[in-house]
Structure formats: structure tokens, C-alpha cells
């Protein structure tokens, strides 16, 4: 059962003693309100093509395996490479339903959503995908979500009136267009072709199958033959969504593309070395993102990238708990996570402790493109603005 969050002093010493971790290991300097962000981004021509990049990792981790000194050995790349380079916020509390679903919804829309996590439901707020579509007056190709599983197809527009179906973002998911790709087909996906380990009550039964094959053709310039073939070689569902984002960013160039992470979610089976796994090929997979974004002309110097976990997951000493297996007692740990901020408009190697909620994304986010969010409960992090 989700606690409420009445927490702050233990999301307080979480916080803390991450930003310790991360002086010690990556060098990061405390920031303070006086170091304002931006210094290379201004005139209204860059906002013109400033590209966001959203991740979410993974399904959390907690400290002990990433950031705290026994665990850095399995984030060698965000330690290392893009530590140094991000404005590292410590302090991110997700005081909404910890489940991944309702808090990926949360972060797309900036409002604690109440939806029911295992339901094929739209968002109950407008999308950060149609705010920008609409205000930006952009065209359908400039949004695009990459989520893991059936369970996430309708993450891409909610229902409000004013917004809603057709203006929010395409959402591909590229699990679902390999189990078309190989439909009366003998290849072995199994492994990639798993879903959430959260038992999902449901299998939602999507419609429109040679619609998404006529997209992987069109859009990706991928031939469903091609594809199937090189999912073969892939090891996890999330290398085959980075495999997709890379190719929508070389085919579509969106300026707005959230992708979800979902390997390390693994850990609700129980098996420490598969958690353990995910968390060290998220770390990779993150940055090879970051490297694509860095060398793609059209989005390396106008990009900025965010790195967040939708929440954490539960602590070692928390009676309700199981540790890393679950997130499901609402104590700190599970609650206080982070956010690694890259490239255009984020100061290099900065850690900031400021207390900030997962619905201050689309805010900030909004405040960077130049969109206002208007039901978003978020506040925009002056730290980014
Ligand atoms: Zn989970």
C-alpha cells in the first residue's frame, strides 16, 4: 500500500547523502540559485529547434546499486561521461501512484494522475505532447513516445476537450511491431517480447496492425525483414527501443521524444544479478542516447536531454517492503529519486539539492521550449529556466 508522503527529512537525508555520492565519485559542485542556468541559450532562433529529450530509467534503482559507492560500478557511463556534463538534481519526490504506468502518465502531464495503472486508459490531463503540438503549432511528426509495452499505448494524448485524440504524440512501440513483424513467423523473441513484471490485468488487443508495418516501412525507412533480423541480435526490449528511437531521430528528427526504460524493472521477479543487469545496460543504453543526440546534426548543440526514474523502489529496512524487489510501501527511498539534465541550457557538472516533484518536468520543460502547461499542479525549476 502506497503511503501518503509525509517524509521530508527522510527524502531530505536520501537527497543529501546522494549529493555526497556524486561530489565524491563524478566531482560535482553544489549549485545554488545565484549559478542561473542558460548561459547558451537565448535568442528566439535557437528556441526555434531546441529539441528535448525525455528518458525514464528504467523502472528505479535504488542508491545502493547506482549511485552510493558499492553500487557506482554498474553506472560507469552516467558517472562518468554524463555526470560531469549535467545540472544532477538529488531531491525529486513522486508523491503519486507508484506504479509505472499512472507515473510515467504523471510525468508526461505534470499532475499526479489517479488513473488505474493496469487500465487502457488515456491521461486524465492534456500530454506535454499536445501543449507543445498545439501552442508550438506543431505537426504530428514532431512527438513521439518509445514505451516498453502494450500497457503504455495510450500515453501519447488524453481526452480533454480542447486537446485530446490526433494532437498529442505518435506513440510507437517497438515490442509490439516485432510480435506483427514475426505474426505466423518461427523467429525466437521470447526474450524481447516479455512485458511488465508487474502482472498486467490486462492485454490490451491494439488494432491497426498493418498500420504500424506500413509506419516501420514509411517512417523508420525500415523493411519489416530488417528488422526482424536485427531484433535477433538484441539482448533486452530496451535495446531494441533505443534501436527504434535512434532511427526515428535519423528519419523524423522529433523535437520532442520521450522514451521508456524498462529492463531494470526485472527486479519484481526476485533475481538480484537480472536487476543488476538492467541497471548496467540502462547505463550503457543511456549513454549511447546521449551520444546520438551529441553527433546527429539535427540535434547535436540544440538538444537537451532528460534522465529521470519514474520513482525508486523500496529500502533494505522498511518492515512493508522487500527491498530492491518491489516499490510499493511509499517510504523515502521508493519516493525520492533524481534527474540528470544534459546539453542546451544545463549548467556541466552542477548538483543541485532543491527539493522538486516529478510534475516540475513538463513546466520546466514548457518553460525551455516555449509552451505553458496550463493544468499542469508542476512548478517550473528555476535552476533550468
Ligand atoms: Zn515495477
Redesign the pocket.
Same mark, same amino acid.
Given at each position: 500500500m502506497n503511503r501518503p508522503f509525509p517524509n521530508f527529512e527522510a527524502a531530505g537525508l536520501v537527497s543529501r547523502t546522494r549529493r555526497d555520492f556524486l561530489r565524491d565519485a563524478a566531482g560535482l559542485v553544489l549549485g545554488s540559485a545565484v549559478l542561473r542556468a542558460s548561459p547558451l541559450v537565448r535568442a528566439e532562433s535557437v528556441r526555434k529547434k531546441r529539441k528535448v529529450v525525455v528518458v525514464t530509467f528504467g +523502472? +528505479?534503482a535504488r542508491d545502493q546499486e547506482t549511485f552510493a559507492p558499492e553500487g557506482q560500478e554498474n553506472i560507469p557511463h552516467m558517472l562518468s561521461e554524463m555526470a560531469p556534463q549535467s545540472s544532477f538534481f538529488t531531491h525529486v519526490t513522486n508523491q503519486g501512484i507508484l506504479g509505472?504506468y499512472v507515473a510515467t502518465a504523471s510525468l508526461a502531464t505534470g499532475v499526479y494522475e489517479t488513473l488505474n495503472n493496469f487500465a487502457s486508459v488515456a491521461p486524465e490531463h492534456p500530454t506535454i505532447f499536445e501543449y507543445f503540438r498545439k501552442q508550438l503549432k506543431r505537426p504530428s511528426s514532431d512527438a513521439w513516445v518509445v514505451a516498453p509495452s502494450n500497457g503504455f499505448h495510450r500515453i501519447g494524448e488524453s481526452e480533454v476537450r480542447g486537446f485530446g485524440p490526433g494532437q498529442g504524440a505518435r506513440v510507437i512501440l517497438p515490442k509490439r511491431l516485432l510480435g506483427l513483424a514475426n505474426a505466423g513467423g518461427s523467429a525466437d523473441f521470447e526474450h524481447l517480447l516479455h512485458d511488465n513484471?508487474?502482472t498486467p490485468l490486462y492485454t490490451p488487443a491494439l488494432a491497426g496492425g498493418e498500420v504500424e508495418l506500413h509506419q516501420l516501412e514509411m517512417i523508420l525507412k525500415l523493411s519489416v525483414g530488417d528488422f526482424a533480423s536485427h531484433a535477433r541480435t538484441l539482448s533486452s526490449p530496451d535495446e531494441l527501443s533505443l534501436y527504434i528511437a535512434k532511427r526515428l531521430m535519423r528519419e523524423e528528427a522529433p523535437s520532442l521524444l520521450w522514451i521508456t526504460m524498462h529492463d531494470i524493472?526485472v527486479? #519484481?521477479s526476485g533475481a538480484y544479478s537480472l536487476y543488476i543487469e538492467g541497471i548496467r545496460r540502462t547505463d550503457r543504453l543511456c549513454a549511447e542516447l546521449w551520444k546520438t543526440i551529441e553527433t546527429e546534426p539535427e540535434y547535436a548543440g540544440n538538444t537537451t536531454m532528460f534522465v529521470l526514474p519514474d520513482f525508486g523502489r523500496d529500502s533494505d529496512f522498511d518492515a512493508g517492503g522487500n527491498g530492491f524487489q #518491489? #516499490?510499493r510501501t511509499g517510504d523515502a527511498a521508493s519516493r525520492t529519486t533524481w534527474m540528470m539534465v544534459l546539453g542546451a541550457g544545463a549548467r556541466h557538472g552542477v548538483v543541485y539539492d532543491t527539493p522538486v516533484q516529478s510534475i516540475d518536468l513538463v513546466p520546466s520543460i514548457g518553460a525551455m521550449m516555449g509552451f505553458s502547461p496550463s493544468q499542469s499542479g508542476g512548478k517550473i525549476i528555476r535552476e533550468l529556466a
Open positions: +523502472g +528505479g509505472h513484471y508487474e524493472d527486479a #519484481h #518491489h #516499490h
